[in-house]
């Protein structure tokens, strides 16, 4: 058993154009500091599959899913890039990109679901925590995570899954999913205000959403984390958890203003790993969203694997 780590080439071919911070490189980072630190030996390599998009359409609208793929098509056959709004935009890679992204965490629930893998990581992109049912918008297509948590309830017959998501952003597209479906519990802190503006007030009962203010230190978010999430976390009793895995909280993140480093993401992933081997068997798929400073990207992934993989 081990822990698995899912990409593909085609998630570094997605390009929202230059100077965009949701950039190819990102991946590149991570993996030259995963080779530099020898923790690439520790992990189960794995190639992310193309999603089935029945798998998709648990999560969003069948109508969005045939526009987007109408979209993406007709920007691959031009090759001309085309915005949807001001910082989401379309590239002649996106759409087998996007396929990739939501296809690993699906793979990746079914491998740790199946005994293969302890629990995996996915290493994709385009992110997707802010993708509604409907919408894409904030760097994000398909919502990865929420697919497969969805795969994990609907297909693999789960009745409780859990979201944790420490993106720096609130995940407004999972909570825009999972928002009064009680199979599932999210969890979040977030700076507040910030993109997207929501999640001060919680659109239901099973979305555990806490909003701080830029500036927050790593450690005030670990006691809120241990005062608020882990106390739901255990009455919720999830059999998986599910982590949105941005690591744009960082203090050298400029698309946050949080104060969080690379001991904190190794201090939440423990406790999350504590609720999982508590309660799920260990089984936790982790997908990654933002984080945008390349090398705190990297050190803090490897942070937080190295936790996942027990090196
Ligand atoms: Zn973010």
């Known amino acids: 058993m081990a822990t ?3 990409s593909h080439p085609d ?3 997605h390009d929202m154009g230059p100077g965009h ?3 190819p490189e990102r991946l590149a980072a991570i993996e030259d500091h995963l080779i530099a630190t020898g923790l690439d030996v520790a992990l189960d390599r794995r190639e992310a599959p193309l999603v089935d998009l029945r798998d998709v359409q648990r999560a969003h609208h069948a109508g969005y899913v045939a526009h987007l793929k109408d979209v993406m098509e007709q920007v691959a056959a031009s ?3 085309r915005a949807i709004d001001l910082d989401t935009v379309v590239g002649p890679h996106t759409w087998q990109a996007a396929l990739r992204a939501a296809g690993a965490a699906v793979a990746a629930t079914d491998a740790v679901l199946d005994g293969e893998l302890d629990n995996a990581f996915c290493a994709v992109r385009p992110p997707g925590h802010h993708a509604t049912r409907a919408q894409a918008m904030g760097f994000c297509f398909f ?4 697919v497969a948590a969805r795969h ?3 297909v693999r017959g789960l009745q409780r899954v859990a979201v944790v998501d420490f993106d720096v952003h609130h995940g407004n597209g999972t909570e825009d999913i999972f928002a009064g479906d009680d199979r599932a519990l999210m969890v979040s802190f977030f700076q507040h205000p910030l993109y997207p503006y929501s999640g001060d007030q919680p659109a239901a009962d099973n979305m555990c959403n806490v909003p701080v203010p830029a500036y927050t230190k790593g450690m005030d978010v670990r006691e809120l984390i241990e005062m608020i999430w882990i106390p739901r976390l255990e009455r919720f009793r999830p059999q998986m958890i599910f982590i949105s895995a941005g690591f744009d909280a960082h203090r050298d993140d400029d698309l946050g203003q ?3 480093v690379e001991a904190d993401y190794e201090w939440i992933t423990r406790r999350v790993m ?3 081997e508590r309660y799920a068997k260990g089984r936790v798929v982790s997908s990654l969203e933002g984080g945008y400073h390349l090398g705190a990207l990297a050190r803090s992934v490897a942070a937080h694997l190295r936790v996942l993989a027990g090196v």
């Open 11 to 13: 998630c570094r071919r």
């Open 143 to 146: 919502n990865n995570i929420a």
């Open 258 to 260: 949080l104060g969080l």
């Open 4 to 6: 698995g780590y899912f």
């Open 274 to 276: 504590d609720v999982a």
């Open 21 to 23: 911070p949701e950039c």
């Open 79 to 81: 090759g001309e890039r």
């Open 152 to 154: 994990a309830l609907d």
